[in-house]
């Protein structure tokens, strides 16, 4: 057995390193939300959430008032029914994002312990489908970036190596959007990815018509063009257009994935981690993309989907946006423009504890 005699949680406040911004909001910080989970033979597992901005502390409230001390006692290799305990325990807040992100820390600190517990990395544990994926850049896409800057970010990008970028969209005209990706495009040629992101920015209707504009640019996704709740919307979209529709950071179960899934309405799923709830339910996303033929390309936390993109078949593209340097010691190995998951037991993340007390939110 391994017991679980202690849990520990901590918040800690992270600068972005560049100014970013969408069409509908401005990345102001990430509150990275810490979860150390101590075991009786000696293991210590650490597993983490975040938010944009704000709700940070609340994740926190909700972990120490109801969540952590439901694991204390119970046996750590219990994944799965722990999920499900923890689930339980919340049933009045769930399915929802304050809970899904609580819910996450606690189950990556628990694979983590996996993981150690197995002497085996978490990519290969959770699956080991790919030595390698490719990666893409978000940094250098910004809305708030000229068309200049985007056109000398995405040369550079291409010229790290990288397979493709993301760009964001939602300029108050489809013209606007469309003269930026061009310069892009011929910027960089035909045989590198461009992605667009419109961050939930736009009505069912104004999304089939900026759609028919991005067609001719070859885009590689257009990723969550509406609301994520409005999966008939997306089912329609994607009917109208050759564009695969991206959807994921916004959908936070399951069951919800399942629907987009069923109905056609998502072209490439792009399940976030600590928005799903943790790497036990991240996993059941990934095999049910698989079995509909959709691909996997996870939203954000590069240091962890690293792993669990190339731990499933389905997986497609890993996204490269630093997010925390701040607070590790470890850092992603590219290679080819293609990025090697950790091969250390456990999530691969070497945190700084130094870095972390001092950017601690008492």
């Known amino acids: 057995m391994s017991i679980i005699t202690k849990v520990d949680i901590r918040l800690v406040n992270i600068e972005p390193e560049v100014l970013r911004t969408d069409a509908s909001q401005t990345f102001v910080r990430q509150e990275t939300v810490l979860a150390t989970i101590e075991t009786d033979d000696g293991l210590r597992g650490t597993g983490y959430s975040y938010t944009i901005g704000t709700g940070g502390s609340s994740v926190v409230s909700l972990l120490r008032d109801h969540l952590a001390g439901t694991l204390i006692g119970a046996d750590a290799r219990d994944v799965e029914a722990l999920w499900t305990k923890m689930l339980y325990a919340t049933r009045a807040t769930a399915f929802g994002a304050l809970t899904a992100l609580a819910m996450a820390a606690l189950d990556t600190a628990l694979w983590d312990l996996r993981c150690l517990r197995a002497g085996e990395p978490l ?15 978000t940094e250098g896409g910004w809305l708030q970036l000229s068309v200049e800057e985007l056109v000398k970010n ?22 606007e959007d469309t003269e930026r990706l061009t310069a892009v495009r011929e910027a960089v040629g035909a045989d590198w990815q461009i992605m667009v992101d419109a961050n939930q920015s736009m009505t069912g ?17 257009f990723e969550e063009p509406l609301p994520a ?6 089912e329609r979209l994607a009917r109208s257009t050759t564009v695969p529709v991206a959807v994921g950071e916004s959908i936070y179960s399951v069951g919800h994935f399942a629907e987009y899934l069923g109905r056609g309405a998502a072209g490439i799923v792009q399940v976030d981690v600590a928005r799903v709830g943790g ?18 390309a996870p939203h954000f936390l590069m240091e962890i989907h690293a792993s669990l993109a190339c731990a499933v078949p389905a997986g497609m593209y890993v996204e ?36 972390i007390a001092d950017l601690r939110v008492a």
Request: net charge negative; with cysteine; charged share 25%.
């Open 123 to 137: 990519w290969r544990l959770a699956g080991g489908a790919h030595s390698r994926l490719p990666v893409y850049d």
């Open 154 to 175: 995405a040369e550079a990008s291409k010229a790290a190596g990288m397979r493709g970028a993301k760009f964001k969209v939602g300029k108050p005209s489809a013209a």
């Open 205 to 221: 209707a104004e999304a089939i018509r900026r759609a028919h504009t991005y067609e001719p640019l070859d885009i590689a996704w």
């Open 229 to 234: 709740e409005d999966v008939a919307g997306h």
């Open 279 to 296: 790497i036990t339910p991240w996993l059941k996303v990934a095999h049910a993309a698989e079995a509909f033929n959709v691909k996997v």
């Open 320 to 355: 490269h946006i630093p997010q925390l340097g701040a607070i590790t010691r470890s850092a992603l190995r590219i290679e080819d423009g293609c990025v090697v998951p950790p091969e250390t037991p456990g999530l691969g993340i070497e945190w700084d504890e130094d870095a």
